[in-house]
């Protein structure tokens, strides 16, 4: 029975390093292209397989060795001969596993202070875990955007990971970039780092990894790996931000509603502040998903999720808006896609 449980164990494992799909979209935690971080761990990985393998051939060949040669053969009618004790063996089996683990040991924290040396001159954003949303903050930039994160290719990044903000209530979340790098996890009133360099242009999925609610699996978030080129045009784009007032008639019934029913707890640059404990809807037209990285941004899911969030996914924070009518909840929508930095669309970049 151990060893069909090691065999469905091993199986496990190989099945997690395999590209996995996920509606056409690879989630391979293993991906040596996208980051060191990555190869680093599959280096890791390769040993503590390694060492597993040959437990697994010596511990498994001994048990068949002995089961066939010291088998009842018929004749015999007496006991066998009976052995108390073997002190080389003892020895032996004592010794050889404390070594293994000391290597593992050795390899695993040489592995982690590498990981956790600090770049000089690393981006720094700060990434903050409330249920169930994650909000970003490119520190170096004084720039907010949540639930997206729009990285440069080749440029390092540290994260500052936390959660909450000590003024309201919340959990323990925790950080992964799916095929890129985690975890770390999001710890109110404790900030933890952790660093990668992407290496590959793309989108990327990003999930909380730490249960913490009736959304956990529904706290996502989504990473653009962009050139430094598009990712400058951004930041300054971002920067430079200004909301205009509109002059389309459907964009000022969504402005006035925005400001009645939203802007008491959101922040949109030049219009709202808002509360820290709700997301930052400044870049919502720059957005590919609403939700926390749930559904696509686009109007047959950004409308019936202004008008019932609850009902789409639980325990979200923000209430039904059942009183407004079709047209409100179009408007409104039609007036956050409408602040964006213009020229950027991530929509296009390939899904890892
Ligand atoms: Cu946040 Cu799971």
Redesign the pocket.
Known sequence: RSISLIVLLMLGLVLAAEPGQAGGHTLNILDRDASAFNREVRGLLAWVMGFAALVFVVVTGALVYVTVKFRRTGQETSEPEQTHGNDRLEVAWTVIPTVIVLVIFGLTAQSMFKLDRPTPGAMVVEVR?W??WWDFTYKDHGIRNSNELILPVGKPVRFEVTGGDGANYDVI??FRITSMVGTRDAIPGVVTHIEVTPEKIGTYYGQ?????GAS?AN?RFRVKVVSQEEFDRWIEGAKAYQAAAPSDPTLVRGETLYKQQCAACHALKGVSQGLPSNPDLTFFGNRTTVGAGMWPNKPEYLEPWIKNSPGMKPGVKMPAFLNLSDGDVKAIAAYLMSHKVDGLDFSKLEKF
């Open positions: 875990g249920q169930f979340h925790s909380c990894v730490e249960l913490c956990h706290m």
